[in-house]
């Protein structure tokens, strides 16, 4: 079961993802080299809860045992997703991709973005860009009337045609009252197949794509996601909402 949103509701949801869109520009603006993972992990929580937010990735998953600990999913250079922040020190170079959720009056936000560190080199210059273009072309697909695998479509065959891969074990999902709705999004597909979008519909678009292989293994922390290549990873996000028939992001500062 697909929900669909009412306007009020996705004015709330718009408002946690504003926070999301300006915990990512403000620790983004902090990522440089020396700097800890950790450290901006402590910023983002600081700001998410002086703006009435709770983060959303502090304390979830299914293993209690082993529920994500930090409130950013940070994710340098092979590791795809779900990094856990630490001491670990940022270094010129580095490819670092940051995830956050923020819940505030019962409604999430998600967003991600990859960032350069210092001077990274061209080949991963090259890989953010054309991850945050195959995320517009995916999210220009996200139209109502049009299907689920059209968004899919485009972010795969942009990729592919720049001679990059899109991980196909991980996939960008509804949002809204729950972090994880329905639709599942993956980020390959063929066009005109899977669930018809329907305006009131919250996606999270997430093109996740690998410089190598799209193959991907998950490290022995049960969290951090890694290529299985060694290749860098590169990670784009934004939280959208068909209305009137459009996509708008709401993950906008």
């Known amino acids: ?8 509701e996705i004015e709330f949801i718009r408002e946690s993802s504003r926070i999301v869109a300006d915990v990512l520009k403000l620790v983004g603006a902090q ?9 901006l992990d ?36 092979a590791e795809v997703v779900h990094g856990i922040p630490s001491k670990r020190m940022l270094k010129d170079g580095d490819l670092l991709s940051i ?17 350069a560190i210092g001077e990274v080199s061209e080949e991963k210059q090259r890989l953010m860009r054309v991850t945050q273009e195959s995320l517009a072309k995916g999210i220009e697909q996200a139209v109502a009337g049009k299907r689920v695998h059209d968004v899919s479509n485009a972010i795969q065959r942009h990729v592919e045609a720049n001679g990059f891969s899109v991980v196909r074990d991980l996939v960008g999902h509804g949002v809204g009252r729950k972090l994880h709705e329905e639709p599942s999004i993956p980020n390959f597909g063929e066009a005109g197949t899977g669930v018809v979008l329907k305006d009131g519909m919250t996606l999270a678009i997430e093109p996740m794509v690998n410089a190598g292989t ?30 009137q ?9």
């Open 99 to 115: 995830d956050v959720g923020v819940k505030k009056n019962g409604f999430y936000g998600d967003g991600a973005c990859s960032f």
């Open 1 to 8: 079961m697909i929900p669909l949103k009412s306007i009020e």
């Open 31 to 39: 990522a440089r080299p020396g700097m800890t993972t950790l450290e």
């Open 42 to 77: 402590n910023v983002a929580e600081d700001f998410i809860r002086s703006m009435g937010g709770e983060p959303a990735f502090k304390g979830y998953g299914w293993d209690k045992k082993n529920l994500f600990p930090a409130t950013l999913c940070t994710s340098i250079d």
């Open 245 to 253: 028939g459009k996509a708008e992001i709401l993950t906008l500062s």
């Open 214 to 243: 799209w193959r991907v293994k998950v490290a022995t922390d049960g969290w951090t996601v890694l290529t299985v290549d060694g290749k860098p990873s590169a990670h784009f996000e934004h939280t959208i909402a068909i209305v």
